[in-house]
């Protein structure tokens, strides 16, 4: 047995295989590229290295693709037929990663917060839970495991930093904002290579309306998030979004082109970035051109592999497939969803309450009886949080609910859902936008008109 820099026993002792296992850890915790060639490192230094190999499976896991999970299988398999070879805390890790292999996500989150109560050190836990968290929605969780090993920790301790970042964005995710800015900006001042902490700083910016200050944030430490980091697609679309809001649109499309709908690589989060655009820009009446289309064939291509998978994943491959009218591939999916939701797993809950309802609503919307897209909206948006992601991304949904009753003349729901948002983002041109044309639909020329004055002087 050797210990990492954090104090957790390996069942090896090779010591270069724990310093290869640190170097991926830190690049797990970063986000940056490169990872991959850590593990490779380590695994070929000791290819009986289990630990190495769950971590191999935990990266895996957090990716959220069903391409990756024959992989992360064949690594249960394997290390179960080691398992005496294994310390109490690696069988932990184990557990997580059999819940997670078979769709019981919930409890794989479980049994990586139970690592933490007895190895509140072990970073590749919290990092493993933090994301388990996240994609299905557990807002407690996503900021209290941070919190409770936080006192345990110190600035000398390394990954530190990148603690901050997952407290931060927990607490951004609950609403404690002016105190998630405090710690996302103390995590970048420690790691300014943190990507996820920069995300964190970003979020906060975006819930507080504060659209020229995220700009300039992602702008003035472009460097330290964009260049080889795994999350800078997901980070330029915040960007993009800052720029929506203040109706520049073809700085949105720019971003689009240039940095987010690129060919490669290709994995699914830049798909669902690219489709979180479009559909912001399409509710703003924006001419995208033939992107709808480019978008829908390669989400095409993925839903053989990834189609009913995971419901988060789903919705944006719903809008792409909705938007480039593939209704014959919208239907493959939509019974793909039916058959996970027989499942009694984490997966299979989120397709049954949120999917099914989700894909009649967007192929109501999609065929114009938006009155019924509407309704089914009333009833499962308040379910929406359990399929993950976070406040910013499903909004997608909430703009999908006010468009929704826009385009199909539906005033008084308009007007409704246009109250509820700018009740709730007082300062957002955009929210003033939708309200403006919520009272047109009203015959409220007045209303309209004030709104639309609203957005402008919030706009210059
Ligand atoms: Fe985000």
């Given at each position: 047995m050797l210990k990492t820099h954090h104090g957790i026993e390996l069942s090896t002792s090779n010591a270069n295989v724990v310093a290869l296992y640190e170097q991926a850890l830190n690049h797990i915790h970063r986000y940056e590229a490169g990872t991959g060639a850590k593990i490779k490192a380590m695994l070929t230094e000791q290819p009986d290295f289990w630990a190495g190999h769950l971590l191999f499976g935990t990266v895996l896991a957090t990716a959220t693709e069903a391409r990756f999970m024959p992989k992360i299988r064949k690594i249960v398999d394997q290390v179960s037929q080691a398992q005496d070879k294994l310390n109490d805390r690696e069988r932990g890790h184990l557990s997580a990663l059999s819940a997670f292999s078979q769709g019981q996500w919930r409890e794989a989150g479980f049994h990586w917060g139970k690592i933490l109560t007895d190895h509140p050190h072990d970073s590749l836990a919290l990092h493993a839970a933090h994301q388990i968290d996240f994609i299905t929605g557990d807002d407690y969780n996503l900021w209290s495991r941070a919190a409770r090993v936080l006192p345990l920790w110190n600035e000398d301790i390394p990954n530190y930093a990148n603690l901050l970042g997952m407290y931060a964005f927990g607490l951004e995710e609950t609403n404690f904002f002016s105190k998630a800015e405090d710690i996302g900006r103390r995590c970048c001042e420690l790691d300014p290579r943190d990507a996820w902490g920069h995300h964190a700083v970003g979020h906060v910016l975006e819930m507080e309306c504060r659209f020229e200050e995220g700009i300039n944030w992602y702008e003035s430490r472009r460097s330290e998030w964009a260049d080889d980091s795994?999350?800078?697609?997901?980070?330029?679309?915040?960007?993009?979004?800052y720029y929506v809001e203040r109706e520049d649109f073809a700085g949105a499309i720019a971003l689009f082109d240039e940095q987010i709908s690129l060919e490669e690589p290709d994995y699914v989060l830049r798909l669902m970035d690219a489709t979180a655009l479009l559909w912001r820009l399409h509710l703003r009446s924006v001419d995208c051109g033939d992107r709808w289309q480019k978008l829908a064939d390669r989400w095409v291509g993925k839903i053989a592999v990834e189609g009913g998978f995971?419901?988060?994943?789903?919705?944006?491959?719903?809008?792409?497939?909705?938007?480039?009218?593939?209704?014959?591939d919208f239907k493959q999916l939509r019974d793909q969803i039916k058959t996970q939701a027989q499942q009694p797993t984490t997966l299979g809950v989120m397709a049954r309450d949120i999917s099914i309802p989700l894909a009649s609503a967007v192929e109501a919307y999609g065929k114009n009886r938006c009155e019924e897209a509407v309704s089914i909206l009333d009833q499962v948006k308040p379910l929406?949080?359990?399929?993950?992601?976070?406040?910013?991304?499903?909004?997608?949904?909430?703009?999908?609910?006010?468009?929704?009753?826009?385009?199909?003349?539906?005033?008084?729901a308009a007007l409704a859902l246009a109250h509820e948002r700018t009740l709730k983002k007082e300062e957002s041109p955009l929210a003033w936008r939708f309200a403006g044309e919520a009272y047109k639909l009203m015959g409220d020329e007045v209303s309209a008109d004030n709104a639309n004055t609203k957005a402008i002087r919030l706009l210059s």
């Amino acid at each position: 047995m050797l210990k990492t820099h954090h104090g957790i026993e390996l069942s090896t002792s090779n010591a270069n295989v724990v310093a290869l296992y640190e170097q991926a850890l830190n690049h797990i915790h970063r986000y940056e590229a490169g990872t991959g060639a850590k593990i490779k490192a380590m695994l070929t230094e000791q290819p009986d290295f289990w630990a190495g190999h769950l971590l191999f499976g935990t990266v895996l896991a957090t990716a959220t693709e069903a391409r990756f999970m024959p992989k992360i299988r064949k690594i249960v398999d394997q290390v179960s037929q080691a398992q005496d070879k294994l310390n109490d805390r690696e069988r932990g890790h184990l557990s997580a990663l059999s819940a997670f292999s078979q769709g019981q996500w919930r409890e794989a989150g479980f049994h990586w917060g139970k690592i933490l109560t007895d190895h509140p050190h072990d970073s590749l836990a919290l990092h493993a839970a933090h994301q388990i968290d996240f994609i299905t929605g557990d807002d407690y969780n996503l900021w209290s495991r941070a919190a409770r090993v936080l006192p345990l920790w110190n600035e000398d301790i390394p990954n530190y930093a990148n603690l901050l970042g997952m407290y931060a964005f927990g607490l951004e995710e609950t609403n404690f904002f002016s105190k998630a800015e405090d710690i996302g900006r103390r995590c970048c001042e420690l790691d300014p290579r943190d990507a996820w902490g920069h995300h964190a700083v970003g979020h906060v910016l975006e819930m507080e309306c504060r659209f020229e200050e995220g700009i300039n944030w992602y702008e003035s430490r472009r460097s330290e998030w964009a260049d080889d980091s795994e999350l800078s697609v997901h980070n330029w679309w915040h960007l993009a979004l800052y720029y929506v809001e203040r109706e520049d649109f073809a700085g949105a499309i720019a971003l689009f082109d240039e940095q987010i709908s690129l060919e490669e690589p290709d994995y699914v989060l830049r798909l669902m970035d690219a489709t979180a655009l479009l559909w912001r820009l399409h509710l703003r009446s924006v001419d995208c051109g033939d992107r709808w289309q480019k978008l829908a064939d390669r989400w095409v291509g993925k839903i053989a592999v990834e189609g009913g998978f995971y419901a988060f994943n789903d919705f944006h491959a719903m809008l792409a497939l909705m938007m480039g009218e593939r209704w014959s591939d919208f239907k493959q999916l939509r019974d793909q969803i039916k058959t996970q939701a027989q499942q009694p797993t984490t997966l299979g809950v989120m397709a049954r309450d949120i999917s099914i309802p989700l894909a009649s609503a967007v192929e109501a919307y999609g065929k114009n009886r938006c009155e019924e897209a509407v309704s089914i909206l009333d009833q499962v948006k308040p379910l929406v949080y359990r399929f993950g992601g976070s406040e910013a991304q499903r909004d997608a949904v909430d703009q999908f609910h006010i468009g929704a009753a826009i385009k199909g003349g539906l005033g008084r729901a308009a007007l409704a859902l246009a109250h509820e948002r700018t009740l709730k983002k007082e300062e957002s041109p955009l929210a003033w936008r939708f309200a403006g044309e919520a009272y047109k639909l009203m015959g409220d020329e007045v209303s309209a008109d004030n709104a639309n004055t609203k957005a402008i002087r919030l706009l210059s």
